[in-house]
């Protein structure tokens, strides 16, 4: 299943803005949605629409580059069959860009795209469709379906994520460094006073723990499916950890002298995040990882670079 977001600024998409203002193609883009490529036919009789109607409209929607077509052969010559592009369209409002907002590079990691990982069980992934793989199986965190994960949980070890340094491309500093991320520790079934120390480390270098106070299932998670059992871990805390030249903080709370300085992110192509729970933890409670469509935060693992140019 895939799972592809547009963000829509209403200033600069227009004409995506105003692709979707016709209820005759929002319809066509649902049944393509809901129901997987198809012709102009299939559409035209789907939603009782006149063919040369729904050509139009479904040209405007291509030229808006929210589907896109092909043509493939059938038993009566070439048919055009229509795709759709996106799973989610958002429109989003954003204040003036600030002196601020512009120095900031910002890379969004998906859940399930890690790079190294060494997990004990109780532990899995789940995906907004279903489960991915065999539950408490280890080995299940090298599945290739894991690229779709919305939610990760382990009770030991660590997952490892590999994000582009984008300052290099641009020759700029940083002078800060964030990261965003929606946690809650992990038990069989939930607990809410469950503490687990959560550590997280860059490039091999421990930035700071954080000790989740439980792992939370008293009411389903804002975005978490109807399906994943109420029993299961259902939202967590989002939390920051932002790294500056004095030392790390987790909202705006030091954590650790742990600085810029020592991390020498200059000389680095790549930052690597490490999310991990100690053998030798005070609070070994596991941890729960939150990605898009589970949880309160419909967000993935979001990196910050404050650049100060």
Sequence with gaps: ????????????????????????????????????????????????????????????????????TERISAKKGNQKVCFPEYDEILVMFKKDATAANKTDIEVSMPLG????????????????????GLLDVPDTFLDPGR?????????????????PNNTRLVGAGISAMEFSMELSSEVPGTAANWPSDITVSVNHIDIGTWTSPGDFGDKRGVYTPAW???????????????????????DGVKISPVSLKDLD??????????????DDARHPGGVNIFGRGFGN????????????R
């Excluded at 979707?20 to 102009?40: C, F, I, T, W, Y």
């Excluded at 994943?228 to 903080?249: A, E, I």
């Excluded at 992110?265 to 100690?278: A, D, F, P, T």
């Excluded at 935060?297 to 100060?308: A, E, K, W």
């Design 1 to 68: 299943m895939r799972q592809n977001f547009l963000i829509v600024d209403p200033e600069e998409g227009i004409d995506i803005l105003r692709a979707l203002a016709s209820p005759a193609r929002v319809s066509a883009m649902k049944l393509l949605h809901d129901h997987g490529p198809m012709n102009v036919n299939d559409i035209s009789r789907a939603l009782g629409l006149p063919q040369s109607s729904v050509s139009a409209n479904i040209q405007q929607l291509e030229d808006a580059g929210l589907i896109r």
């Design 113 to 132: 795209l890690y790079t190294s990982c060494e997990v004990s069980a109780p532990c899995g992934i789940c995906a907004t469709d279903g489960i991915i």
């Design 147 to 163: 690229m779709r994960a919305g939610l990760i949980w382990f009770t030991r070890g660590y997952i490892e994520y590999q994000f």
């Design 228 to 250: 994943w059992k109420l029993k299961g871990s259902q939202y967590g805390m989002l939390k920051s950890w932002r790294v500056t030249s004095d030392g790390t903080y987790v």
């Design 265 to 278: 992110l200059g000389n680095h192509k790549s930052i690597r995040l490490r999310i991990g729970v100690r």
């Design 297 to 308: 935060y419909d967000q993935d693992i979001v990196m910050r670079l404050s650049t100060g």
